[in-house]
């Protein structure tokens, strides 16, 4: 069924696990990382990008998602990922995205205060939950470019919570949005300081190419979301090139599509287990 992301989360938090977040771009990477989690009966949040709402329109994933959750035996979330406006958070609401996140997180601190509050407030009457992120996390998300890293401050974050009424809050401790050229390093220390004073769910961006251990670290110290982008669009068009390379003359989009999403399926099905979510709907 779609549902918002509150339960599952709130059930994660309590129970030591997270909620895996894919970024799906089309029909085919919906139905794939639908099928991964029925196979494994976990729970998820799948979730667009501003560059991906542009390519199709909220309405089009709103219906995908919806048809492809409602016939599924476990709850699935549809979310707006990096929501780089106000008004792009509200049209999504509107449309029927059952979890947002506002990133004001390039602004400086108070205006990021109040544009994440303001979509709050919003969605606070709607029973729809709202992440919002302080801190910069590195790296390049669609259109989103940040070569300024900066970690979120512990402080900070308790007096950002507060202000805001946010329901998750997203931290940055090192991860960066793609894949790493050497290995990342995180701050740990610090995701256990925020997890100690903050006391709603926190978030991972940034977790394609982190090993997994190094996840499962960070889920131990209270991460209960954990976002995966860029892994799942390589995975998806790697299927379908391996398929043409071998099939050249093909012409049917069922086919070559059909050997993306198994790849989709079968990472999802292993991200799910890194986040421990496995028979938790
Ligand atoms: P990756 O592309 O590194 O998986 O980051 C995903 C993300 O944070 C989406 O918001
Ligand atoms: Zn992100
Ligand atoms: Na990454």
Known sequence: ALVTSTEMM???????????????ENMEMVMAVIKACEELNSPA?????????????LDLYVANVAA????????IALHLDHGNSFELA??????????????GSKEPFEDNIAVSRKVAEAC?????PVEAELGKVG???DDLECNDPGYTDPDDAVKFVEETGITSLAVAIGTAHGIYKGEP??????????????????VLHGASGVPDETVKECIKRGI??????????????????????????????????????????????KKIRVCGSENKA
């Open 10 to 24: 709130s059930k994660a938090d309590k129970n030591g696990y997270a909620i895996g977040a894919f970024n799906v």
């Open 45 to 57: 949040i799948l979730q667009t990008t501003p560059s991906t709402v542009k390519y199709a329109g």
């Open 68 to 75: 492809a959750a409602n016939k599924a035996s476990v709850p």
């Open 90 to 103: 509200m049209q999504a609401l509107k449309a029927g995205y059952t979890s947002i996140m506002i990133d």
């Open 124 to 128: 606070k009457p709607n029973g729809i």
């Open 139 to 141: 790296g390049k998300e």
């Open 185 to 202: 390093k995180l701050d740990l220390d610090r995701l256990t300081e925020i997890r100690k004073v903050v006391n709603i769910p926190l």
């Open 224 to 269: 209960s979301k954990v976002n995966f982008a860029t892994e799942l669009r390589i995975a998806y068009s790697d299927g379908i090139k391996d398929y043409l390379k071998d099939n050249p003359q093909a012409f049917d989009p069922k086919k070559y599509d059909a050997a993306g999403m198994e790849k989709v399926t079968e990472l999802v099905k």
